[in-house]
């Protein structure tokens, strides 16, 4: 028997639904307990369970906020996501827009320089050990490091946030793309050259189709760090965005919101996540 046929057998996707759906059931139960329950029954600073504002701390429980307070915020937000009543006052859509456009802009950027060039580097081997330095003391920068130099220069939040995604997105696209293109079989580039196929035909009809899964994996890895990135940037940067709206709410010590937004981040994350890598499925090679 062969091992894919095993492997499709023992793959029970319902199984996996249920699991996933029982963790979750656990995990709220033990998150209601903790805060409304017996085991919520901790005593706190009467003063900060007041400050914070959360239901629970009036009787001196914890005053982290249970499932049910956060379910019910939840719902608010998502009734009217996109309102807008002022700089410090807009709604999670808002918010969410504003940062998956930086995303989206410092991700293409990097895409136009990174994809390209990781062509050059990964078809030469002089360039590669040209860049290979620059590359290694270059890709290590954690990208917020970035961002005071981003505002000294440009001058602009907006533009400074998007260039530190570029910067964050560039690194992983460049690699992968120069690893793809340079793990082209040999045999297939000896083919183009005995039937006298031009660089340009070579590396559009042969390059490319081989090493689009690589570039791909790149690209899935860059988004994962940019959508990281974008959060802390905003705290940085201000006025608006998701991880404003989370600084913002910590300074309102509004917990329940921070911890929607967390939520949110999160489902967003995966949703870029989930389509790239749909569109890396469909440059792979099946069997």
Sequence with gaps: MKKKDVARRTDNPWAARLLSVALLAGFLLVWHAATGGT????????????????????GGQSPFPGPMEVGAQLWQHL??????????????????????????????????????????????RTVYRAFDPFIQVLKPISPLAWMPLALYTIKDANTSAVFVIFICSVW???????????AVRQDWLNVARTL?????????????????PTIMTGMRISVGIAWLVIVAAEMLIGGTGIGYF??????????ANIICA?????????LLDTALARAARLVSYRE
Aim: charged fraction near 10%; proline fraction near 5%; charge should be neutral.
């Design 39 to 58: 085991a919520g029954q901790a005593v706190v600073d009467p003063e900060y369970a007041a400050l914070v504002g959360s239901a629970a701390a009036s």
């Design 79 to 124: 009734r009217d996501p996109f309102y807008d009543r002022g700089p410090n006052d807009k709604g999670i859509g808002v918010q969410l827009g504003y940062s998956i456009a930086r995303v989206l802009a410092g991700f293409s950027l990097a895409a136009l320089l990174a994809i390209p060039l990781g062509f050059l580097i990964g078809m030469s």
């Design 172 to 182: 992983p696209m460049l690699v992968n793309t120069a690893f793809g293109v340079g």
């Design 196 to 212: 006298q196929v031009s660089r340009l035909r070579t590396a559009l009809q042969v390059v490319l189709p081989a090493a689009a």
């Design 246 to 255: 989370v600084w913002n709410e910590w300074n309102n010590l509004s917990i």
């Design 262 to 270: 967390i939520l949110v981040i999160g489902l967003v994350g995966m």
